[in-house]
């Protein structure tokens, strides 16, 4: 790999910054923020009629173009055009970081791979907010973003992370919030979690306990608002092979699509275990 270095000071093209917007209370915007906005000759934004109520509150007069995952494929040789014409692009997402759940990431590829400067300006993140005020280890963690939303694909992806030491991050809608504790019991336990709702806005919650807890809470209680899901890790009791179920875990890999072999595989390393030796213990029962 050729190394690459790009500086904003060494302006050939124009700039591509990334700019974070507020994850709800407008007052989160920093001046920084603001002024990149008032200063850039572009805004590409998931979603102009949003992003526009925010450059109107800020009194920003920057024109919009939009780019989100519909179009992005499309849009970006048309931005990159713009960059290589000397002219600078702030990309935003509705809410939070961009390039994280938008398709900014495509846009930042294409930049590096025709040496534009990328500038991300620091800013609301929901993911770490939660997690620092969540009571749970904040290092390490991973942040997941939004999980798949089908049953079997989900207890599948938690398969895969149930050995994970890390606090796990997810994002999820309220409405399948109970679903989706109730896969995550059957995969991980009753590990503390703690659901974070409408996070910098009037209602901000945090409710805290064990996942079969928040289950019960939930049948009371149903949810309204943006959430977002923090898990504890897995910690060495967690995983006493004499009470998991090998077998059943291979066998919902399995049933997922994966090949018998692949899966595991998955399960041994996840456990720590020889692949062969379970693979002579799958094909026994």
Do not use: W
Request: glycine share 8%; aromatic share 8%.
């Amino acid at each position: 790999m050729q190394i690459q270095r790009s500086f904003k000071g060494e302006k050939k093209t124009g700039v591509l910054y990334l700019v974070p917007t507020p994850i709800g209370n407008r007052e989160d915007m920093s001046y920084r923020m603001v002024q990149t906005l008032k200063d850039v000759d572009l805004i590409a934004a998931e979603d102009t009629r949003n992003t526009g109520l925010l450059l109107k509150h800020f009194e920003i007069g920057t024109p919009q173009t939009s780019f989100h995952e519909h179009n992005a494929q499309e849009k970006i040789p048309d931005l990159i055009a713009h960059l290589e014409s000397g002219k600078d692009l702030a990309q935003v997402s509705d809410a939070g970081l961009p390039s994280i759940s938008d398709p900014g990431h495509d846009l930042v590829k294409a930049a590096i791979e025709r040496e534009i400067p990328v500038v991300a300006v620091p800013g609301p993140s929901a993911g770490i907010t939660g997690l620092i005020a969540s009571g749970l280890a904040p290092q390490p963690h991973i942040f997941y973003g939004f999980l798949p939303r089908k049953e079997g694909q989900q207890k599948a992806f938690f398969q895969e992370k149930v050995a994970y030491p890390e606090t796990q991050i997810f994002y999820e809608s309220p409405h399948r919030v109970k679903a989706t504790l109730e896969n995550m019991l059957a995969v991980y336990g009753d590990r503390p979690v703690v659901l974070v709702r409408e996070l910098t806005k009037i209602y901000e919650e945090y409710t805290r306990g064990s996942i079969s807890e928040l289950v019960a809470f939930l049948e009371e209680n149903p949810l309204k608002g943006e959430c977002l899901l923090i898990v504890e890790g897995a910690k060495e009791e967690d995983l006493d092979l004499e009470e998991v179920d090998l077998i059943q875990e291979i066998d919902a890999l399995v049933k997922d699509g994966m090949k018998k072999n692949q899966a595991i595989k998955q399960v041994a390393k996840h456990y720590g275990l020889q692949k062969s030796e379970l693979y002579a213990q799958y094909h026994q029962e």
